[in-house]
């Protein structure tokens, strides 16, 4: 197994593994410390069933199921991220850590590509550890004693769902589901302070107004995703590329339009923030 940087904020590629056999404990160990210190990582060269990728996921986490759309076949825990030739909207196109409306948010996402676009189709990822960190101490303190109220429905992620909702949809109701978290929040396994807010889902700081939250929000907002923060990760045909949500958030470029692009996705499941 080798292991290379993909940029100095975060990401690693590796190689030298195959992940449609069973790995023993030691392995998935060394994947864990590697994912634990570069936040996302890109395991090239993999050909997998469902139920290898399914399999793969297990032992790493606790797979749990996307509120709004159905699942493959046999597999409700796999989802898929597709975007058509004919469409224009691509899944999730918005800098976001995944489902933070909820009470507690995944712990990690894992995709593996399918079908890719011959060029384009690209996902940035931003460290939030980086981001937090790189605030002054002033500012710190104060974001340390808010918390902040994350929906479904916020209308900038909600128009990405479009395309899928109209033929895998779950019935689930955005409206449904929000989650309030720590603007803060610290890593239940590094120990490190990560921001925890995103343009994609939280609306305002719980006890504020929409108007009060705004002018902090949007500098934030701004803030987290600096391209001193990101990594870009080129998609290949095979890749499985795991991150971790409780620290990085990420952002799928829509600039292939014209081509079909297919990647499956599982979540595993979370803790409360803290």
Request: proline residues 6%; hydrophobic residues 40%.
């Amino acid at each position: 197994m080798k292991v290379k940087a993909l940029s100095p904020a975060l990401g690693a590629e590796v190689t030298g593994i195959d992940l449609s056999v069973p790995l023993d404990d030691a392995i998935i160990d060394d994947l864990r410390a590697i994912w634990l210190k570069h936040q996302m990582i890109v395991i090239r060269g993999q050909d997998l069933t469902p139920a290898q990728q399914l399999a793969f996921a297990k032992a790493l986490g606790e797979p749990d199921i996307y509120p709004f759309l159905t699942g493959l076949d046999g597999f409700p825990m796999i989802t898929e991220v597709l975007k058509k030739e004919d469409e224009r909207v691509n899944f999730g196109g918005v800098w976001h850590s995944d489902t933070t409306y909820q009470k507690c948010p995944p712990m990690a996402t894992l995709l593996y590509a399918k079908e890719l676009p011959p060029l384009g189709g690209d996902t940035l990822f931003a460290n939030q550890y980086a981001a937090f960190e790189h605030l002054s101490a002033p500012l710190r303190g104060v974001l340390e004693k808010l918390r902040g109220v994350n929906a479904a429905g916020k209308k900038r992620v909600a128009s990405t769902r479009s395309e899928r909702l109209k033929d895998s949809a779950s019935g689930v109701d955005p409206d449904d589901l929000s989650g309030t978290h720590p603007v803060v929040r610290t890593h239940p396994e590094t120990g490190r302070k990560a921001l925890f807010v995103n343009a994609a889902h939280t609306i305002t700081f719980e006890g504020w107004s929409a108007e009060e939250s705004q002018g902090l929000l949007e500098y934030l907002f701004t803030h987290q995703i600096s391209p001193e923060f990101q990594c870009r990760l080129s998609w290949q045909v095979g890749d499985v590329a795991f991150w971790d949500n409780r620290c990085v958030q990420h952002y799928p470029l829509n600039d292939y339009h014209g081509y079909r692009r297919l990647l499956h996705r599982i979540t595993l499941k979370g803790d409360t923030p803290r």
